[in-house]
């Protein structure tokens, strides 16, 4: 089992900046994949972005293209999701996941990942 514990989440400006922590406790060294979703109101969860754990490589929804930025402290075991230039439509609940399974490309469905955390809510207003 991986537990995950999300922070960082509030309420910005349109434009500002936040940045979530992923902290990951367990059985760490069974994870493969890190990701980070997003679900707004009345909307499903869409993938955002995630990060291969071995080599740190990297891959983003587009819309997040170039404002987002995720990366990973092995030492710490913790993710994170720098978000810069944010836009109301950013505004939603952010759950951090992790993949105990290795893929062929990085999975950007949900039920690609086995464990889930709790979600911080990231609120833009315009």
């Known amino acids: 089992q991986v537990q995950l514990a999300e922070s960082g989440g509030g309420l910005v400006q349109a434009g500002g900046s936040l940045r979530l922590s992923c902290a990951a406790s367990?059985?760490?060294?069974?994870?493969?994949?890190m990701g980070w979703f997003r679900q707004a109101p009345k909307r499903e969860r869409e993938f955002v972005a995630a990060?291969?754990?071995?080599?740190?490589?990297?891959y983003y929804t587009d819309s997040v293209k170039g404002r987002f930025t995720i990366a990973r402290d092995n030492a710490k075991n913790t993710v994170y999701l720098q978000m810069n230039s944010l836009k109301f439509e950013d505004t939603a609940a952010y759950y951090c996941?992790?993949?105990?399974?290795?893929?062929?490309?990085?999975?950007?469905?949900?039920?690609?990942?086995?464990?889930w955390g709790q979600g911080t809510q990231v609120t833009v207003s315009s």
């Open positions: 990060i291969k754990w071995g080599s740190a490589s990297t």
């Open positions: 367990g059985r760490t060294s069974s994870t493969y994949f």
């Open positions: 996941a992790a993949a105990g399974r290795d893929y062929f490309r990085i999975p950007i469905i949900a039920g690609s990942y086995d464990f």
